[in-house]
């Protein structure tokens, strides 16, 4: 896998994290044809809205996804930006959904479908590479596992059934290349298809018991995409569930400032400028990209009083 290839992956994994070591150059022509590389159903043009807290966001974006399609969502994808090592002083964006949403989505869920895995260590070597490689690349900090964990018992506490990625032995060594190298183009594709069929199956099984509750969806702001560039496509389920279940697929992105205002790829997007026009001190943003497709931006951390 070439340089530009391994680093496009790299940044999808994650999240949108363009600001890795081995990342190439952007360029005005790229970021242009980047932008224009998307799926034939391209967003109408991205609509900026201020709100006085996440909640108050949250609860419009649900309400306007509900409108939009005539019934409430009930596949709701929230994609965040991950955490790098050098901003662990800034609330990650798995804590804000914990701490400030969580409790506006959690009374009307059945289920919350993680993108993560837990390694069984019965699968010898291959398994042990695969997770030593992954962990060295992605490079996020130990506190996001402990905010994963306590998702998952926040999640049980509450009668929400929480759901990780199921690996197996066959897909620890499908991911390994000639080399027996991580081929993270392979590893993107399994954890979309892993992610993509597991909440199919809680969606499906839901709706065969006649529960129509919500299956909230928590990972990496790549694979819930609804409009993908072209490159990222075949790494993202929004279309497809939008098309399994008509009318019920919602994506939201969680993004917290500091992380995505470093990243040049980030401050190309459409939305950007909208963004910081409506920025305001203690003032939630949403990003409107499309019919079921949102991005909430956090208000900016503000430094502690001297």
């Not at 994290?17 to 967003?43: L, N, Y």
């Not at 090592?85 to 506006?104: C, M, P, V, Y």
């Not at 590479?129 to 992954?134: I, P, Y």
């Not at 130990?142 to 998952?152: H, P, S």
């Given at each position: 896998?070439?340089?530009v ?12 994290s ?54 409430a ?14 901003k ?8 804000r ?63 929400i ?6 690996v197996?032995?066959?897909d ?18 399994l ?44 790494y ?5 569930l ?22 040049a ?12 026009k ?29």
């Amino acid at each position: 896998m070439n340089r530009v290839a391994r680093s496009l992956v790299l940044c999808a994994w994650l999240a949108g994290s363009r600001a890795a070591a081995e990342s190439p150059k952007t360029t005005p022509e790229s970021t242009a044809e980047a932008t224009q590389a998307t799926t034939a159903d391209k967003p109408a043009p991205p609509e900026a809205h201020n709100y006085n807290s996440v909640t108050d966001a949250l609860r419009a974006i649900l309400e306007q996804a509900a409108h939009d399609a005539g019934k409430a969502p009930r596949v709701v994808a929230f994609g965040e930006y991950h955490q790098t090592k050098g901003k662990t002083h800034i609330r990650s964006a798995i804590k804000r959904f914990s701490e400030e949403l969580w409790s506006t989505v959690a009374p009307g869920a059945s289920d919350l479908v993680l993108e993560t895995f837990i390694p069984e260590g019965n699968c010898g070597k291959e398994e042990k590479k695969v997770v030593a490689d992954v962990d060295k690349t992605i490079k996020r900090p130990e506190t996001t596992e402990n905010e994963l964990v306590t998702l998952i018992k926040q999640a049980k506490a509450q009668g929400i059934q929480p759901h990780i990625l199921q690996v197996s032995c066959k897909d620890y060594e499908s991911v390994l290349d000639e080399k027996k190298q991580v081929d993270f183009v392979k590893m993107l594709k399994l954890v979309n298809d892993l992610l993509e069929q597991r909440i199919t199956e809680v969606r499906n099984r839901r709706l065969k018991a006649g529960v129509d509750k919500t299956v909230m969806v928590y990972g990496g702001a790549i694979h819930n995409d609804l409009y993908p560039q072209k490159e990222l496509a075949p790494y993202t389920f929004g279309q497809s569930l939008t098309k399994t279940f008509p009318g019920e697929y919602l994506e939201i992105d969680l993004y917290v400032p500091e992380f995505v205002e470093s990243d040049a790829a980030q401050r190309s997007q459409p939305w950007f400028p909208l963004y910081k026009k409506a920025q305001k001190p203690g003032q939630v943003v949403v990003i409107r990209r499309g019919p079921a497709s949102f991005v909430l931006l956090f208000p900016k951390t503000q430094p502690p009083a001297k």
